[in-house]
């Protein structure tokens, strides 16, 4: 499967128009055997989605040992979408001892619900993210929304005391800048993937963003490596924690949000938050990458 286990009891993926996720969920499925395919959907993007899952149905036609399901959730109501991955994945739901996540088009928000749900359903949480050939070279998502603090993720915060916004960034830096505008932190942790995959050094969230702001620190860490930047974070959170209200944001590659999911749930004070787009490109991506994988250990 992933390198270390050949079966999961359940998949769970988060459905897209984008060619990785079908091309994607075609390469885990001839790897990974499983019992059930659970295939979320976003209301927002129904039709956009809907060839890709009907092509979904008709590949796990092949593997008649897969339950396979949709569930239809909306980015316009958190709290009903918190609700649905309770009843699917929460401990009354059973999920399985072993569960595999699809974070390749899945948004952070619900990435970090599912680990949560997960976690206290005493599962064990595998994870792939499937990168594409490449990413369009024009827009990938505008317009962003209000942040907003995820659900039994949002820490302790003190009236009195400043705020501190550590993120990761992305090559979508209006996200980066409403986060900074919306929070006003005193203090701001900016941590840039490195190298060059991508285009990643010109196209990553660039030496603009906060130039000549006393309050920016900027750091670098590796999304792709083998703890995704927890290692990093995790120091600076250390000198932030106790003084300042602590809130996480994460527009960098995907596997970073299983970083902050982490450094979460060991710094209970601190907040994770989720800033979606109104819109997202049609062509976002293009292709099938390889994948990164590995296994979440909760409570470490």
């Known amino acids: 499967m992933t390198g270390e286990t050949e079966a999961v ?40 989605t809907v060839v890709a899952r009907r092509r979904l149905a008709g590949v796990v036609e092949r593997y008649p040992d897969i339950a396979y399901e949709e569930r239809e959730v909306s980015f316009g109501a958190p709290a009903e979408m918190w609700r649905v991955l309770e009843e699917d994945l929460g401990p009354r739901a059973k999920p399985g001892d072993d569960v595999l996540i699809d974070l ?40 962003p ?7 039994k993720l949002a820490g302790t915060l003190e009236i009195q005391r400043p705020t501190a916004l550590v993120a990761v960034t992305g090559f979508d830096e209006s996200r980066c800048r409403q986060a900074v505008e919306f929070y006003e932190p005193a203090r701001v942790v ?38 995704h930047g927890y290692g990093v974070l995790k120091r600076h959170l250390g000198e932030l924690v106790g003084g300042h209200n602590v809130i996480l944001c994460s527009f960098g590659p995907k596997p970073s949000a299983i970083a902050l999911y982490r450094l979460q749930r060991g710094f209970a004070e601190v907040a994770l938050a989720y800033i979606g787009c109104k819109e997202y490109n049609r062509e976002y991506s293009v292709g099938l990458g390889d994948a990164v994988v590995g296994t979440i250990s909760f409570g470490n």
């Open 9 to 48: 009891d359940a998949i769970v993926a988060m459905a897209s128009w984008e060619p990785r996720f079908l091309l994607g969920m075609e390469r885990t499925l001839e790897t990974v055997g499983t019992q059930r395919l659970l295939v979320y959907f976003v209301a927002e993007y129904r039709d956009r």
């Open 104 to 143: 390749t088009t899945m948004p952070r928000e619900v990435i970090w619900s599912v680990l949560f749900w997960l976690e206290a359903s005493g599962s064990t949480a595998h994870y792939v993210y499937n990168r594409p050939e490449n990413y369009t070279k024009e827009w990938l998502a505008r317009d």
């Open 145 to 151: 929304n209000e942040p907003r603090l995820v659900y």
């Open 190 to 227: 900016l941590a840039a993937q490195c190298g060059t995959q991508f285009e990643n050094d010109v196209r990553n969230v660039g030496s603009e963003c906060g130039k000549g702001d006393s309050r920016v620190e900027r750091v670098e860490v590796d999304a792709f490596g083998d703890d």
